[in-house]
Nanobody
């Protein structure tokens, strides 16, 4: 079992930045891949970014490339999503997800087939 707790959401003006954190417990953090998803009101949940167990492979959806950065600190059992140049279209509930794997390919990590999910944190970007 893996417990995930997100934090760092809030209200920010367009062009601003936020850093989301995902604290994990219950299993060796270095055995799991981490991804961030988001769900805007009235829309389906979508993949945002993923990082492999070692932190060396990262993947992003096209709309956040060059603005968002996913990372992890295995010594702190925490993953991060640094979000810069935020746009109103980024407004959503952001979820952290995890699955136990050493695979690092995009096809394996950039999908919604994750085992464990956090409760989500709201990000609101005002225009």
């Amino acid at each position: 079992q893996v417990r995930l707790v997100e934090s760092g959401g809030g209200l920010v003006q367009a062009g601003g930045s936020l850093r989301l954190s995902c604290a994990a417990s219950g299993r060796s953090f270095s055995e799991i891949a981490i991804a961030w998803f988001r769900q805007a009101p009235g829309k389906e949940r979508e993949f945002v970014a993923a990082v492999n167990w070692k932190g060396l492979s990262t993947y992003y959806t096209d709309s956040v490339k060059d603005r968002f950065t996913i990372s992890r600190d295995n010594t702190k059992n925490t993953a991060y999503l640094q979000m810069n140049s935020l746009e109103p279209e980024d407004t959503a509930v952001y979820y952290c997800a995890a699955k136990a794997t050493y695979y690092s390919s995009r096809s394996y990590l950039a999908n919604d087939d994750y085992t464990y999910w956090g409760q989500g944190t709201q990000v609101t970007v005002s225009s």
